[in-house]
């Protein structure tokens, strides 16, 4: 009996007696044998490279193939390059298959396509027997205009409203905001402009708008460095609305904006295009706000957000030319005490009112409203992955084309990786008031450790193509699950 529980204990198996199934004790512990657990190989395995061996370090790119399928996503971007010269045997259409892919895999510079230029697996979701050389993928990549990227951008921005559409949506929260993305290069089109992280950078400073309920990207404005946030903002947002409409006129649209957006002409031409909105409104260019604070002696408490007050008020600057509804918000934090913290043991901790005002066209009750501006910054969270994750915030060229272009990828990259998790994951969560992701999505690079970078061997057996993958419980239900 002791050697058949050793031998399934080896085997993973469960073995249990049948007075043990008839009864509720538990089973007793067995002592399993040290040859069962450690082995005594101790030699260091020899290295040997064979040039056609099928092995690919990444297997799990195999779940994108059919999603770059079914988008039909290689014809597309190959008609957004359509115009330009072919110089050669590489075309700028498999220029842009070789960025998207070569996003998606983790990697940063032009130069690391050299490490995976003859994976099995690469070549064949590219449709390619061999990879371009470095120089060529350069070349290729400044030789984009203007016309290419604007062509990408509405590829990027149809693919994500095919995506809405799909998923029915009743209201979709548009985010606007910036993003700085500095280089020590002096690219074209940079300059030196607001740059908290690093002061006196050369940088872009791309408008982003971005859909809170898939977390995707919808488009971008791309910008030098030195300009304000709301910088040609008013026709952007203008730009996003309409095509939003045009293809889904049924759709409620609602917008959030960050204090840089607080002017009246950006108020009368959301207005306009009869959308709800709330924008963050920045105390230092209003004196009035100041004194209608300080001046407050009722303040109602918040439902449902302990230490929080508001009160509201119709109210207009001296230069509008009509007024609007604010919503002025306090909140008891505690004061930070930078003193020894040896002392925390004797000081009293002390507290203090945080406020904000918001600007809204919305009716719903404050505390809803406040609910609802917070969750914009979901909006950070996109951005960090996108740098992270995609490499946004990485500049590879001298030109501004060129550099559009990355972006656009890197922008690609990550909408097709939300892409591929909500056709994975057809309910979604139910509404919040914050209006963040409906889905709880895993980040690129999660997706990349977990299931991309797997080791695999491709081979043909009786002429059909077979992509063998470790059994590993896990790995087959996440390549199963985003197959199917």
């Known amino acids: 009996m002791w050697q058949e529980l050793a031998a399934a204990f080896c085997l993973g198996e469960s073995v249990v007696t049948k007075q043990q199934t008839h009864s509720n004790e538990r089973p007793p512990l067995v002592k399993v044998p040290a040859s069962c657990i450690y082995s005594r190989v101790r030699s260091i395995p020899s290295v040997k490279f064979e040039p056609d061996s099928q092995m690919t370090s990444f297997g799990g790119l195999v779940i994108f193939q059919p999603l770059f399928e079914r988008l039909d996503l290689w014809r597309r971007l190959a008609q957004c390059c359509a115009h330009l010269p072919a110089g050669g045997l590489y075309s700028h259409a498999l220029c842009l298959r070789m960025l998207v892919v070569h996003l998606l895999l983790g990697f ?80 074209e089109g940079t300059a030196v ?173 404050a505390g809803r409203v406040a609910a609802f501006h917070e969750g914009r910054g979901y909006q950070e969270n996109i951005f960090g992955d996108m740098k992270q994750d995609v490499q946004m915030a990485y500049i590879p060229c001298r030109r501004r084309c060129a550099n559009e272009m990355w972006l656009l990828g890197s ?30 999505f895993e980040s690129l690079h999660t997706l990349r450790r977990n299931v991309i970078q797997r080791a695999a061997r491709l081979t043909r057996p009786q002429g059909k193509w077979t992509l063998t993958l470790p059994e590993i419980p896990s790995l087959r239900d996440a390549i199963l699950r985003y197959t199917a």
């Open 411 to 440: 922008m690609l990259a990550h909408n097709l990786g939300r892409e591929l998790q909500l056709a994975a994951q057809p309910e979604p969560r139910a509404a919040t008031m914050k209006r963040t992701a409906k889905w709880v």
């Open 108 to 187: 940063r510079r032009l130069r690391d396509v050299e490490f995976y230029q003859g994976d099995p697996m690469v070549l064949r979701v590219l449709g390619l027997k061999q990879m371009p050389s470095v120089p060529t993928v350069s070349r290729l990549l400044g030789g984009f205009d203007s016309r290419s990227t604007t062509a990408v951008r509405g590829c990027v921005r149809d693919l994500v409203l095919e995506r809405i559409a799909t998923l029915g949506l009743r209201t979709i929260t548009l985010d606007f905001d910036g993003s700085v993305l500095s280089t020590k290069r002096h690219a």
């Open 193 to 365: 402009g607001f740059n908290k992280h690093r002061k006196g950078a050369r940088s872009y400073y791309p408008l982003f708008c971005t859909v809170a309920q898939t977390g995707q990207v919808l488009d971008v404005l791309h910008r030098s460095g030195n300009v304000h946030d709301s910088n040609g903002a008013a026709e952007f947002i203008t730009q996003c609305v309409a095509r939003v409409r045009e293809r889904l006129p049924k759709v409620n649209i609602e917008l959030r904006m960050d204090s840089a957006f607080f002017s009246d002409a950006n108020i009368q031409t959301l207005d306009a295009l009869r959308v709800s909105y709330t924008i963050s409104v920045p105390f230092e260019r209003f004196v009035e706000l100041k004194g209608k604070i300080e001046t407050r002696r009722r303040w109602q408490a918040i439902p449902g957000r302990h230490g929080c007050d508001y009160f509201e008020e119709s109210w207009k600057p001296k230069s509008w030319s009509r007024k609007a509804r604010f919503i002025f918000m306090r909140s008891l934090e505690r004061q930070q005490d930078k003193e020894p913290v040896q002392l925390d043991l004797f000081r009293p901790t002390s507290s203090e009112h945080q406020y904000k005002a918001i600007i809204t066209n919305k009716s719903l009750g």
